[in-house]
DNA sequence: TACAGTAGTATACGAACGTTTACTTGTCAA
DNA sequence: TTGACAAGTAAACGTTCGTATACTACTGTA
């Protein structure tokens, strides 16, 4: 069936990832998948189509990873520097996963680039670059370090600050793997940095 | 004279910032500028051309901002403290002027954003961005730290990890500077992160 | 067997692209 | 006063762009 659709979709995000939208032709992307751009038209009505689809399938994959990852709680009593080491497992596996989908996954890091591409020219897109990787990772972690103060899981400190610490590293690095050879692996420096975090800011123990 | 040159380059890049080298058109650019494309060409003799010579501009303005930033030797004696509190002091202001250009100066903030368009179809540019925006500033601050560990002016512990944690934010709040309304001011809180950074990171007082 | 639908090609459309050319000014020194 | 030069316009060049249309081949079903 519509095979050749979801080729059309991942060649025009690898070129649009590479060059931009605008600097993409349809023409480009019809002669990789060695069709004319004739044929392209009866799968997308347009070249818009084709990169909306994209944000599209995106926001999909986006709602799926968040049902998957949904914070399941802690039901059982646990000491403090327990729960404390729990949820920044959890965290940690997280932080981790995500860093490799946006790095290796062949979607995430082509979507990654696009928005990257298309941020200033596009307001809906600058919202989104916002949302996925500047504002909204530090906002979503400055509740959660927030909240985990207020459990005494986290050492009490200005939350915005701590998730700033936290999060820019994971942004930083996501820019360097983007670079051909990088000697030490990002992924290493990435979990140094979360333990490294982890550790410092474990709460002063009062149990075990 | 060639006032109008530097008018054709100013536009031009704040147009490449905007939407990229690809999606620019000469006539925009001339257009702008209220002439026609073919009186452009008086001036650069093709489309590319401005974008190098928007390259060297900058290459031209790094040079001298890093010979007016260049670290002249603390040649009095002083307490590691204090010297500890110079030297960050130093790095502070230095970093702060930096993220005021990169973000409020508009050659500075344009040319950053064309660079971020670029880096994907240009390896130049690529390596550029990685220098200027990444890898760079890390191995930068990743040599100062260690130099400043044997010294004793900084407590001992991983310095490229400590180089991370220190630039990553600086990073961060640069892209997030590119949201139209932050609520809080970016640049107050980088300095409340090197702050932190230089609180976190002094070492064990031995005098004063 | 006839036919409707799908997926493709080939081609054409007008617009816009980067670039070049021929021509028109204004300016200033010989 | 003349003439070279600098800086501009208007128009055209060949190419490519996104899109539309007419037509062909294959496929499954009535």
């Given amino acids: 069936m519509s095979d050749t659709k979801e080729k059309i979709l991942l060649t025009a995000l690898r070129l649009f990832a590479q060059d931009g939208y605008e600097a993409v032709s349809v023409s480009a992307i019809a002669g990789i998948l060695g069709m004319t751009k004739g044929a392209l038209y009866r799968h997308y009505k347009n070249k818009r189509e084709i990169f909306d689809r ?7 994959i986006d ?3 968040a049902k998957k990852h949904e914070v399941p709680e802690v039901t059982f009593d646990q000491s403090l520097s327990a729960y ?3 949820t920044m497992d959890k965290i940690k596996s997280f932080t981790t996963s995500q ?5 290796e996954n062949e979607f995430g890091c082509d979507f990654r680039k696009m928005v ?9 897109i600058a919202d989104l670059y ?10 979503y972690m400055e509740d959660l370090f927030r909240e985990m103060m207020a459990q005494g899981v986290l050492k ?6 701590l998730a700033l610490d936290f999060y820019a590293p994971f942004h930083l690095l996501i820019s360097m793997s983007d670079a051909p050879s990088d000697g030490e692996k990002a992924i290493d420096l990435l979990t140094a940095h979360i333990n490294s975090f982890i550790q410092k800011n474990a709460p ?3 149990s075990q």
């Fill in 54 to 60: 994209i944000v599209d399938r995106m926001v999909q």
């Fill in 63 to 65: 709602i799926e990873c």
């Fill in 84 to 86: 404390h080491g729990a």
């Fill in 99 to 103: 860093f490799q989908f946006w790095t």
């Fill in 116 to 124: 990257t591409l298309e941020q200033y020219r596009n307001p809906e």
């Fill in 130 to 139: 916002q949302k996925v990787f500047a504002n909204g990772p530090v906002s």
């Fill in 156 to 161: 009490n400190s200005n939350p915005r600050l």
């Fill in 204 to 206: 002063n123990r009062q």
